[in-house]
């Protein structure tokens, strides 16, 4: 069992769907990525920020999961980074209606004493200089991921590329991918990003699944088909907590077992989307992941006979 | 090994896609369905028509490539249908320039009285009433896949949903799959569509791969990722060829062995687009078909132990 740092946002989400619409809920990337984590009781820690506003119970919710929060600086009389958005009909876009920062704007990560030592990092999603900040803290991690988005590379391109060059596994939803590496390939826009550093590449495609590539190779996992996608809030933030604490856990950071921690990731992924925001891994148990996991199982594997 | 009746489109096709044009090639859904499932070794019989501008070659390359040819009518004083389309630069949208029936206005399909007790019919992608004449030709086959598409439902509705009613396959892409149901999820269209009729329903999602559902069971089966998608034409179609070619040569229609029917026809279809038309299909060597399904196996099989 290795140590796992987790940096993102915790945060409150206003969220509309085509299903129904809440107030201010529990969001934030670190806080999906940390629950999803905790799903193989590893030994993580939460470096965000919040304000006076954020519920103590939610801070005790996510030490009861198992996640230092001692790097989850409070700042009293400052307000929670809120984001608000409304999903269209098909799931796949939404429209940012409110972002406030909030004590988010003056975030300075500090990585706790007794984490720096750790062999995982997972790098949520947030400016690229809180990422690079968290990396420089770390004594020698074995294995870095960063999770990013378009809006870094429309507004803080150059350092995204200095936190890229450092990192050992991008993930990257499809779009996005096409974005930075300016192929509309996703096999080439893979090979062009493996170029800038990392030496894996997951390109997250949503309901279409996820791709893994490394050198030459490529593995892919379906997203679970299911009735309906409740809420795709944090799904992906879900999936990239899956992949690192599976792997956290497991201490094996080759590619077989990525491929493996990449199916943990769309696991619990499909579980996130059931409901508004965290709701559904909240009360997510064992047999219900292991469920799920037998079901990926009789989704994608056959059985044909090559010599 | 069963015997596989195919009725289908014999054309020409002409095609422009980013990667340039072709003039009048060959084309038609029962010719790349039919040289897909050549790769089985199958007895096949081609129920079509074509005018007498069809190459004699090809005629003979059909039946050099194991398929019988008596059910295909050679009108010599009509023309050969004709279609041409130009692919948009995302290659999953096409508009059609020409579409040219020619001798398939009048065509009254005949079912070669030897291939009569065919246990697989693949219905591909003609008028309804074509496709249930060729139903009513047969004497019991074991298992019948329909292909079909929008047009059909726009236009003869009524007809389609006859020959839905009779078929134990249908392969339908995603959004034909939302228009039949008229459902957005594909699971809840996939269990509408099922009531029609099909115990099983195949939805093609072009670069996306395709589920296979029947009763609460569902597999996924991704399409290779590729460099370059070069031209689409007919990939839907040597999907369902390498499909009900490799039902045929099994003679076992069970649901795991569609898995296995599914893989085979995604690895075929991903050597069709690597080429204009069917170029590519016409020089496909077994061990090339071999190594491909190497790939689909690396491409999706894991190793997580559930007990």
């Not at 990013?148 to 200095?162: G, H, P, R, V, Y």
Request: net charge negative; charged share 25%; glycine share 8%.
């Amino acid at each position: 069992m290795s140590k796992l740092v987790i940096v993102g946002t915790v945060a409150f989400d206003a969220i509309e769907t085509p299903f129904g619409k809440t107030d201010k809920i529990l969001g934030g990337a670190a806080t999906f990525i940390g629950l999803a984590a905790s799903q193989f009781n590893v030994d993580g820690a939460i470096v965000s920020i919040v304000g006076g506003d954020f519920p103590k119970e939610d801070l005790k919710m996510l030490e009861e999961k198992g996640m230092d929060i001692s790097g989850l600086e409070v700042v009293e009389d400052g307000k929670t980074f809120f984001w608000s958005g409304k999903y269209h009909n098909d799931m796949n876009t939404r429209d940012t209606l409110i972002t406030d920062l909030n004590v988010l704007a003056d975030f300075n990560p500090i990585v706790p004493e007794n984490y720096r030592d750790a062999e995982v990092v997972m790098l949520g999603n947030l400016h690229p200089l809180v990422q690079l900040s968290v990396i420089e803290q770390m004594d020698s991690p074995k294995l870095i991921v960063l999770d990013t988005m378009n809006f870094w590379m429309d507004s803080a391109l150059e350092e995204l590329m200095s936190v890229i060059a450092k990192v050992d596994v991008i993930t990257i939803n499809d779009e996005e991918a096409r974005q930075l590496s300016g192929e509309y390939s996703l096999v080439k826009a893979a090979h062009k990003i493996m170029e800038m550093g990392p030496e894996y590449v997951v390109i997250k495609k949503g309901e279409h699944g996820a791709l893994l590539f490394s050198d030459d190779d490529v593995f892919f996992a379906p997203a679970l088909p299911l009735e309906e996608v409740f809420d795709p809030t944090g799904a992906g933030d879900t999936f990239a907590g899956g992949f690192t604490g599976y792997l956290a856990k497991t201490g094996d950071y080759s590619y077989n077992n990525m491929k493996n921690a990449i199916i943990n990731g769309s696991a619990l992924a499909s579980f996130c989307v059931e409901k508004f925001g965290p709701e559904r891994l909240l009360k997510l148990s064992n047999s219900e992941v292991h469920q799920r996991l037998q079901q990926f199982k009789s989704l994608t594997q056959f059985d044909i006979k090559l010599t």
